[in-house]
């Protein structure tokens, strides 16, 4: 076979392959068996972060797992606070429905604004829950949370 110039059948690479000749194999040994799966779990967990739907990567994504699990208890605020320190604004209709449940007005204030670029790039579509969340705090006593929630019901 190595003298010839005719390229070899998908059958005798797969041969090759097979008897341990061909290149493109596994590493051989337990030590290369183990580096090679390491490299692998980092390039995944690099691929991962890259297609997160979260902003920031692994921190966004740590910082949204947070926030998630915070999500009707004390902590709510904290863990906002923690996300818009770290990340930014939330840019998901999830994460921002989140937000606009915690306590404290700027953050509500940042999650509406959010929501009215969303509008105003044609990206946003209110319904269920998250349309139920604008049309009560358009109705809140404070001005700026209403007109905010007003603007993105119109």
Same mark, same amino acid.
């Given at each position: 076979m190595s003298g010839d110039d005719r390229k070899m059948t998908y059958s005798e690479r797969d041969r090759l392959r097979r008897e341990g000749g061909g290149s493109g194999g596994r590493p051989r040994g337990r030590r290369a068996q183990i580096e090679d799966e390491k490299r692998s779990r980092d390039a995944l967990a690099v691929a991962d972060s890259l297609f997160t739907d979260e902003a920031g990567g692994e921190e966004g994504k740590e910082l949204a797992d #947070?926030?998630? &699990?915070?999500?009707?208890? /004390? +902590?709510?605020?904290? #863990?906002?606070?923690?996300?818009? @320190?770290?990340?930014? /604004? /939330?840019?998901?209709i999830a994460m921002?429905?989140?937000?606009? !449940? #915690?306590? +404290?007005k700027d953050l509500r204030v940042s999650a509406l604004d959010e929501l009215l670029r969303l509008k105003e &790039?044609? @990206?946003? +579509?209110? @319904?269920?829950?998250?349309?139920?969340?604008?049309?009560?705090?358009?109705? !809140?006593? !404070?001005d700026d949370l209403a007109s905010r929630a007003e603007d993105i019901l119109e």
């Open positions: #947070a926030v998630r &699990a915070a999500h009707g208890t /004390p +902590e709510l605020t904290a #863990a906002c606070r923690a996300y818009v @320190d770290g990340v930014g /604004p /939330p840019g998901s921002i429905s989140i937000f606009l !449940d #915690a306590d +404290e &790039a044609g @990206d946003l +579509e209110l @319904d269920g829950g998250l349309k139920r969340q604008v049309r009560i705090l358009s109705e !809140d006593f !404070d």
